[in-house]
């Protein structure tokens, strides 16, 4: 994880919106951990560097981006991205200090560190308490008062994990490597097909390396771990690397400080192109083992059976490269972890459960970058299975007022479909009932009484094509469950509800008392079989599914239907109080799916909700069934499906 940043804060609420095009304050605010005031004179201030290039403006509190001369703002962005003044941000102030202690023999003092910086004693003093909590992470500490001297204390091999994953740029930013020396890495690394990311990295390691060593910091100690690399085929790749350096540099390369040499390699992301190291990587019987144990807790808590097929061979090789990291300190930066966990909220929280096995079988703490890595192989997971899933769709147009107005219907329903699905385009004065039965989806013009067997849309003859859009992808789930389509609703949890399985629950009852009575009244209607309700305690007492500060999310294998069975209670306000617990979504799981991509879509609905305070309060507020529908033939955007 990045504590440390190479670009003051206006600069990165920059690249943001550019980004996203559109965000809050508020998730600016909460993403850089500062008020939405600062947030605010940060844009402000961006927007007179801008001078008229670009304008980021505000409404409603959503910042997006206008570009008036796309020339300039390029010109200016550039020159904006591209500032070197060292100290003008607190974290280049803290680089310096950090550069000038680790090289230090002698305490360095406060004024002195202030003079050179050019900067208040006050500055120097709030910046070295910023520096405490960061350092802390690596067991670094900075010891002395700040009259008589600080002095920077900790391990060589933490120090250099500090600078390596925070402040390479800022402290060796202008150091050159000799381009031969380069070659002769590249030359050596060739036939391993390693990434650009990888490369680098060990690039980095290396300049690191030399620097400390000629200046007389070297690794003494290393814990009895880092021996096993002894035997490594990294250990021999960089043995053959070292030798060589040692030769054209004519230095010294200690056995400790080649150890640290093969972290970078070690512990690398999965390359692009595995085919360079898969000879020389040995996928070990704990690596093989964690992997079947995350997709048996994925089994076991979500019911999803995950079938990696082509890019197992892939996720394995990044558990193996993952398992090093984890085991020998290795973390590797993660830009793109947000997105993940914003745009793939089923395979995220796959991947938390997956987080949760490492922790326990390998008694280590992962960051929140490494969560994000194992969410992006369960998110093509998910992608390519619900593509091998989608079915070739046949739609049926009616239209009274001739076929110009059909095709017009028929022109804007390709913006909404695939290219694989089939239009037709009918009269309503021929059309049949046969007709229409061999169709998924009839869209009509007409009002009419159609006795079809396919989910029948009215629609005018000029339509909202993204309303449709979001109706129809709502439909195609649950055309999956053999089930008709409630006229006017979008989510797939409602669809799947009815009224014998919604419920208004006791809020003088415990939790649990209130899923006992779901379950008992599921049971007594056929739902769920005799043993349901002992396997949901039985799960409650193994890890609580407790989702959230407002939802629960009991869920279990169901022996008595072949279909998901989707309940949910309600729990009303009591008068005066706040209750934490309001929703609970008390979820049925056939033994065997028949389609996983309903599961996730399920799981991507709850989470939605989860997320969204707005909707919990609406939702609680409802007291039957039929306000329930009410609420959603209002509302049919509350869920983003």
């Not at 509190?61 to 001369?69: A, E, F, T, V």
């Not at 904006?80 to 680790?102: D, H, T, V, W």
């Not at 326990?360 to 969560?371: A, G, I, N, P, Y």
């Not at 192989?377 to 998910?382: A, D, L, N, P, T």
Request: proline letters at 2%; glycine letters at 4%.
């Amino acid at each position: 994880m990045k504590y440390f940043y190479t670009e003051n804060r206006s600069t990165r609420i920059l690249k943001l919106i550019e980004r996203r095009h559109s965000i809050s304050v508020d998730a600016i605010a909460e993403k850089f951990e500062v008020s939405s005031k600062t947030v605010k004179n940060d844009v402000k201030e961006l927007n007179g560097l801008l001078k008229g290039s670009a304008l980021i403006d505000n409404k409603q509190g959503i910042y997006k981006i206008y570009i008036i001369d796309n020339n300039k703002f390029e010109e200016i962005k550039t020159n904006i991205y591209n500032q070197k003044e060292f100290l003008n941000s607190p974290q280049r102030r803290m680089a310096f200090i950090l550069y000038k202690l680790m090289n230090s023999e002698e305490p360095y003092l406060t004024d002195d560190l202030a003079c050179e910086m050019n900067v208040g004693r006050t500055t120097v003093i709030s910046d070295l308490k910023k520096m405490r909590e960061i350092l802390n992470n690596y067991d670094l500490k900075i010891i002395g008062k700040t009259n008589n001297g600080l002095a920077l204390k900790g391990t060589e091999l933490n120090i250099r994990f500090l600078v390596l994953e925070n402040l390479y740029e800022m402290i060796y930013g202008e150091y050159e490597l000799d381009e031969d020396v380069i070659d002769l890495v590249k030359e050596i690394t060739d036939q391993y097909q390693f990434d650009t990311t990888t490369f680098e990295s060990f690039i980095h390691s290396l300049v690191v390396t030399l620097d400390r060593l000629l200046n007389g910091h070297t690794i003494n100690t290393l814990s009895e771990k880092y021996g096993e690399l002894l035997r490594s085929w990294e250990f021999t790749l960089v043995n053959t690397i070292s030798d060589a350096v040692e030769k054209r540099l004519t230095i010294s390369i200690p056995i400790k400080e080649r150890i640290f040499l093969a972290l970078p390699i070690i512990g690398m992301n999965t390359p692009t192109n595995i085919e360079g190291i898969s000879p020389h990587v040995e996928i070990t019987e704990e690596v093989s083992n964690l992997v079947n144990h995350i997709l048996e807790r994925i089994k076991y808590d979500m019911g999803l059976n995950i079938t990696l097929d082509d890019i197992l061979k892939d996720f394995v090789y990044h558990m193996a490269f993952l398992v090093n990291r984890l085991k020998y300190g290795v973390h590797i930066h993660n830009p793109i972890v947000d997105e993940i966990r914003k745009k793939y909220k089923v395979a995220y929280k796959m991947a938390e459960l997956a987080r949760d096995v490492i922790e326990k079988s390998l008694d280590v703490k992962m960051t929140q970058d490494e969560v994000g890595f194992i969410a992006a192989y369960f998110g093509v997971f998910i992608s390519e299975q619900q593509i091998e899933k989608s079915k070739i769709y046949k739609v049926a147009v009616i239209c009274g007022t001739g076929r110009v107005t059909a095709r017009l219907v028929a022109s804007q329903l390709k913006g909404i479909f695939d290219a694989n699905t089939v239009i037709d385009l009918y009269s309503d004065s021929t059309v049949t009932s046969e007709i229409l039965d061999k169709y998924n989806l009839v869209l009509s013009t007409v009002q009419a009484n159609f006795k079809t067997t396919a989910t029948v849309i009215y629609l005018e003859k000029i339509f909202d094509e993204e309303a449709l859009k979001k109706r129809i992808k709502s439909i195609k789930y649950i055309d999956k469950l053999d089930m008709p389509s409630m006229q006017g609703m979008d989510s797939i949890l409602l669809s799947i509800l009815d009224e014998d399985t919604f419920f208004i629950l006791d809020n003088q009852l415990s939790y649990l008392e209130n899923v006992d009575y779901m379950i008992e009244s599921l049971y007594a209607k056929g739902y769920v079989d005799d043993g349901f309700k002992e396997r949901i305690r039985k799960r409650e007492e193994k890890s609580t599914m407790i989702f959230n500060e407002s939802i629960a999310f009991p869920h279990t294998i169901n022996y008595e239907n072949d279909e998901i069975v989707v309940s949910l209670g309600i729990i009303p306000e009591k008068a005066g109080e706040n209750n934490q617990r309001k929703l609970v979504f008390l979820v049925g799981l056939p033994e065997q799916t028949k389609d996983d991509t309903l599961l996730v879509k399920i799981y991507d609905e709850i989470i939605a909700i989860a997320n969204d305070k707005n909707t919990i309060e609406a939702l609680s507020k409802v007291k039957s069934y039929r306000e329930l529908i009410l609420h959603f033939t209002k509302e049919n955007d509350i869920f983003d499906l």
